[in-house]
């Protein structure tokens, strides 16, 4: 049985296949061919570069943002919105795609992250500087772009503000015309009312007239009337003479009266009249105040006595609980006693026993007998407590009895010093009261007397102060006359009433004529206008009302260097391809039958990898030579770099997946890329189909990572692409590792360079 053969490493076998791959560069054209594929990427984009001009295409579907701020302004009365009549007219005929955002800052935003090419916003104050028609402050357009996004749609966003600008500019003129011609057409109405408001002034002026005829008539009159008054007020002075008649009773009254008033003066008390009762009141305050103060101690007293009454009643409480035990217990004391009796009794008898049966002469025998008249000692001391104890007992239930009876008289007792304390308390209240109360009777005692004395004086002076009766003598007769010519000029004034009354008609007929005057005054006076409204602004201003202001984000120089990106990519590409005529990516020396996959992947990329990457830097340093804006040169290159590596990985996918037809296929997909990536116009002005692969294909990802290395575009996006990159070298990768049915194998002394031989 033969052993299988030992599998080979990839290393073994990337070495097993460089022998064959080596021999290639043994022919000069091959080395020519290298050196000619390097430069042309340079060539390619050079040529491009300086080649491209500003194209023109539909725009309708170019994204932009559209932001209206404007707040509108009142301009004769009537509102107007610039800002939303603009935005209501780029609705029913947009330019381009304009996408409404809210903010100036949020579409500013979405233009430096790629998603729309240019933003426009309208102001606040857009309106009423647009309308103003100043030339120091226009109605600015602000437009944002960024020609490092595309180049054609900065161009694009720069003619769509222009012909917003003029189409406004254009609308204003014409509204002013308007403003002109209605302007006009009132100053004719004026001067039609104006017309009407003279004839209503010339007819109150005639009623005028007439009314003042009438007034003068009427002052004659009343002229006449002035006459018989004054005739009247002679009368009336005669009239006077006889009001004395009816004077002369009030002068007998007055007589009367003031003898009336001598005679009260008279009876009015003195001074010292009514000084007995101001003492007497003073004496009866005093009295009261030393009443209220002894009550107010007897009521201290009370309390004392009644506190006193209390603790008399606890002590009989007390001694009566005492006794009523001592009773209790004396009784037991006195049987205790007789069996003491009984005992001492019995014992001097054993004594008295003991003794007569002892020896005479004998100590015990005297002890005994000591004994003997001890215990009858003791025998009638106890006899004498025995009796005592019986007495203790009967004195103590009486004084238990007795103290019964005190604790009962000290309770009545204590009751009755509260009602005493308590009628105290009332009573010296009372004669607080009382002594208000007197207090009060003597201010107005001598508030009485005093007034007494004063209006005697009063009297004094009223009857100084009537008149003497020759005067009213004379005052009764002036009252008769004056009476008596009071009626002849009653009479008289009913002419004067007449005369009046054809002055109010007069004055009537004038203010009615001088009302309508008023009116017609004031109705000319509001058809006359108090100012000429003029158009305002100035001629610049209002020739030019509207301009664009624009601003730029990720600018680029010159047209070259916006298309720079877009042929750096596609040369790139060009040069990936380019390797497949002079590296056999399908053939493989016999030699080289037992390697592996992975390993022969690699070794058909180690060399075209060489010479990609060396383009990249060619670009790049042609990109330099040609004076291409590099904002970031690192990004520049490793972006370049990647995008060459990724091509080649792709143009050998196809080749290794397809066979000889994947070279056209690269091709094929260059074409498309030229179209789908949207280097040179936006996507968005392409067809359907070549925007459903903008973001699939790998072009599109070095064209908006190189705008972003380069120019500062797509903000924050340069790692997004570059993973997309990344994603698509993989997947590429991935297939080629897949893709093993396409090999050729060679002999190792015929293994070539396509570009010397059809085979590979």
Same mark, same amino acid.
């Given at each position: 049985?033969?052993?299988?053969?030992?599998?080979?490493?990839?290393?073994?076998?990337?070495?097993?296949?460089?022998?064959?791959?080596?021999?290639?560069?043994?022919?000069?054209?091959?080395?020519?061919?290298?050196?000619?594929?390097?430069?042309?990427?340079?060539?390619?984009?050079?040529?491009?570069?300086?080649?491209?001009?500003?194209?023109?295409?539909?725009?309708?579907?170019?994204?932009?943002?559209?932001?209206?701020?404007?707040?509108?302004?009142?301009?004769?009365?009537? +509102?107007?919105?610039?800002?939303?009549?603009?935005?209501?007219?780029?609705?029913?005929?947009?330019?381009?795609?304009?996408?409404?955002?809210?903010?100036?800052?949020?579409?500013?935003?979405?233009?430096?992250?790629?998603?729309?090419?240019?933003?426009? %916003?309208?102001?606040?104050?857009?309106?009423?500087?647009?309308?103003?028609?100043?030339?120091?402050?226009?109605?600015?357009?602000?437009?944002?772009?960024?020609?490092?996004?595309?180049?054609?749609?900065?161009?694009?966003?720069?003619?769509?503000?222009?012909?917003?600008?003029?189409?406004?500019?254009?609308?204003?003129?014409?509204?002013r015309w308007e403003v002109v011609q209605s302007s006009l057409k009132d100053v004719q109405q004026g001067f039609a009312d104006l017309r009407a408001a003279t004839g209503d002034l010339a007819a109150g002026a005639e009623r005028l007239s007439?009314?003042?005829?009438?007034?003068?008539?009427?002052?004659?009159?009343?002229?006449?009337?002035?006459?018989?008054?004054?005739?009247? $007020?002679?009368?009336?002075?005669?009239?006077?003479?006889?009001?004395?008649?009816?004077?002369?009773?009030?002068?007998?009254?007055?007589?009367?009266?003031?003898?009336?008033?001598?005679?009260?003066?008279?009876?009015?008390?003195?001074?010292?009249?009514?000084?007995?009762?101001?003492?007497?009141?003073?004496?009866?305050?005093?009295?009261?105040?030393?009443?209220?103060?002894?009550?107010?101690k007897l009521a201290a007293g009370s309390g004392d006595l009644a506190t006193g009454a209390r603790t008399l009643s606890g002590g009989a409480a007390q001694v009566g609980t005492g006794s009523a035990r001592l009773a209790k217990d004396l009784?037991?004391?006195?049987?205790?006693?007789?069996?003491?009796?009984?005992?001492?009794?019995?014992?001097?008898?054993? $004594?008295?026993?003991?003794?007569?049966?002892?020896?005479?002469?004998?100590?015990?025998?005297?002890?005994?007998?000591?004994?003997?008249?001890?215990?009858?000692?003791?025998?009638?001391?106890?006899?004498?407590?025995?009796?005592?104890?019986?007495?203790?007992?009967?004195?103590?239930?009486?004084?238990?009895?007795?103290?019964?009876?005190?604790?009962?008289?000290?309770?009545?007792?204590?009751?009755?010093?509260?009602?005493?304390?308590?009628?105290?308390?009332?009573?010296?209240?009372?004669?607080?009261?009382?002594?208000?109360?007197?207090?009060?009777?003597?201010?107005?005692?001598?508030?009485?007397?005093?007034? $007494?004395?004063?209006?005697?004086?009063?009297?004094?002076?009223?009857?100084?102060?009537?008149?003497?009766?020759?005067?009213?003598?004379?005052?009764?007769?002036?009252?008769?006359?004056?009476?008596?010519?009071?009626?002849?000029?009653?009479?008289?004034?009913?002419?004067?009433?007449?005369?009046?009354?054809?002055?109010?008609?007069?004055?009537?007929?004038?203010?009615?004529?001088?009302?309508?005057?008023?009116?017609?005054?004031?109705?000319?006076?509001?058809?006359?206008?108090?100012?000429?409204?003029?158009?305002?602004?100035?001629?610049?201003?209002?020739?030019?009302?509207?301009?664009?202001?624009?601003?730029?984000?990720?600018?680029?120089?010159?047209?070259?260097?916006?298309?720079?990106?877009?042929?750096?990519?596609?040369?790139?590409?060009?040069?990936?391809?380019?390797?497949?005529?002079?590296? *056999?990516?399908?053939?493989? *020396?016999?030699?080289?039958?037992?390697? $592996?996959?992975?390993?022969?992947?690699?070794?058909?990329?180690?060399?075209?990898?060489?010479?990609?990457?060396?383009?990249?830097?060619?670009?790049?340093?042609?990109?330099?030579?040609?004076?291409?804006?590099?904002?970031?040169?690192?990004?520049?290159?490793?972006?370049?770099?990647?995008?060459?590596?990724?091509?080649?990985?792709?143009?050998?996918?196809?080749?290794?997946?397809?066979?000889?037809?994947?070279?056209?296929?690269?091709?094929?997909?260059?074409?498309?890329?030229?179209?789908?990536?949207?280097?040179?116009?936006?996507?968005?002005?392409?067809?359907?189909?070549?925007?459903?692969?903008?973001?699939?294909?790998?072009?599109?990802?070095?064209?908006?990572?190189?705008?972003?290395?380069?120019?500062?575009?797509?903000?924050?996006?340069?790692?997004?692409?570059?993973?997309?990159?990344?994603?698509?070298?993989?997947?590429?990768?991935?297939?080629?590792?897949?893709?093993?049915?396409?090999?050729?194998? %060679?002999?190792?002394?015929?293994? +070539?360079?396509?570009?010397?031989?059809?085979?590979?």
């Open positions: 049985m033969t052993r299988p053969p030992a599998r080979l490493t990839v290393r073994t076998d990337y070495r097993a296949l460089t022998p064959a791959e080596r021999s290639l560069w043994r022919a000069p054209l091959m080395w020519a061919s290298a050196a000619l594929f390097l430069f042309i990427p340079i060539i390619y984009v050079t040529v491009y570069l300086l080649g491209v001009w500003d194209p023109a295409g539909q725009l309708p579907q170019l994204p932009a943002a559209l932001v209206n701020l404007d707040q509108g302004t009142v301009q004769r009365g009537k +509102r107007v919105n610039v800002g939303h009549d603009l935005v209501t007219e780029l609705r029913r005929d947009p330019p381009v795609d304009f996408r409404r955002y809210p903010t100036q800052a949020a579409a500013e935003e979405a233009v430096r992250r790629g998603e729309v090419y240019f933003a426009l %916003t309208i102001p606040a104050e857009f309106s009423r500087k647009a309308v103003g028609g100043r030339s120091s402050e226009h109605g600015l357009l602000r437009l944002y772009r960024a020609p490092g996004l595309n180049a054609y749609a900065s161009a694009v966003a720069d003619r769509v503000a222009g012909e917003l600008a003029e189409t406004l500019n254009r609308d204003l003129g014409e509204r007439d009314g003042a005829e009438e007034l003068q008539s009427g002052a004659a009159t009343l002229a006449r009337g002035a006459g018989r008054l004054a005739s009247g $007020s002679a009368d009336l002075a005669t009239g006077a003479g006889k009001l004395a008649g009816g004077v002369s009773t009030l002068t007998g009254g007055v007589g009367r009266l003031s003898g009336s008033l001598r005679q009260l003066e008279a009876a009015a008390p003195t001074s010292a009249e009514v000084a007995p009762l101001k003492e007497g009141a003073r004496a009866l305050s005093a009295g009261t105040g030393q009443l209220a103060g002894q009550l107010k009784p037991a004391l006195a049987g205790g006693l007789s069996e003491l009796q009984a005992g001492a009794a019995e014992l001097g008898g054993q $004594s008295g026993t003991l003794r007569r049966a002892l020896p005479a002469g004998q100590p015990v025998t005297a002890g005994a007998a000591q004994l003997e008249a001890g215990a009858q000692t003791l025998a009638q001391g106890l006899t004498a407590a025995g009796q005592g104890a019986q007495q203790a007992a009967t004195g103590a239930a009486a004084l238990a009895k007795g103290a019964a009876q005190v604790q009962g008289g000290a309770a009545r007792l204590q009751q009755g010093t509260q009602t005493l304390a308590q009628g105290s308390r009332a009573a010296a209240t009372g004669a607080g009261q009382l002594a208000g109360g007197a207090a009060k009777v003597q201010t107005g005692v001598t508030k009485l007397a005093d007034g $007494s004395v004063k209006l005697g004086a009063a009297l004094g002076q009223i009857n100084r102060k009537v008149p003497a009766q020759a005067e009213l003598t004379k005052l009764s007769s002036g009252a008769d006359q004056l009476a008596q010519s009071a009626g002849v000029l009653a009479a008289r004034t009913g002419d004067l009433a007449a005369g009046s009354e054809k002055v109010q008609a007069g004055a009537t007929d004038l203010a009615s004529g001088a009302g309508q005057l008023a009116d017609g005054l004031a109705r000319l006076r509001r058809e006359i206008p108090a100012t000429t409204e003029d158009l305002g602004g100035d001629p610049e201003g209002l020739a030019q009302s509207v301009q664009v202001r624009t601003q730029t984000f990720a600018d680029v120089p010159n047209n070259g260097n916006a298309f720079a990106p877009y042929f750096v990519a596609l040369a790139l590409w060009v040069g990936a391809t380019m390797t497949t005529f002079i590296f *056999p990516y399908l053939l493989l *020396p016999a030699s080289g039958r037992q390697t $592996s996959q992975a390993a022969r992947v690699l070794r058909k990329l180690a060399q075209p990898g060489l010479i990609v990457l060396g383009q990249a830097l060619l670009v790049v340093a042609g990109l330099h030579l040609l004076d291409v804006h590099l904002l970031s040169p690192a990004l520049v290159v490793l972006t370049a770099l990647a995008a060459s590596l990724t091509f080649l990985l792709v143009v050998v996918a196809l080749n290794l997946l397809f066979g000889p037809a994947g070279r056209v296929l690269a091709l094929i997909l260059l074409i498309v890329q030229l179209a789908a990536s949207g280097g040179s116009y936006p996507v968005e002005l392409s067809g359907p189909v070549f925007q459903a692969i903008h973001t699939v294909i790998p072009v599109t990802a070095v064209v908006n990572a190189l705008r972003a290395a380069m120019f500062g575009a797509f903000e924050g996006q340069y790692w997004v692409f570059m993973g997309h990159l990344a994603l698509v070298a993989a997947v590429s990768l991935g297939v080629a590792l897949l893709s093993r049915r396409r090999w050729v194998y %060679t002999p190792d002394d015929r293994f +070539r360079s396509p570009i010397l031989t059809d085979v590979g």
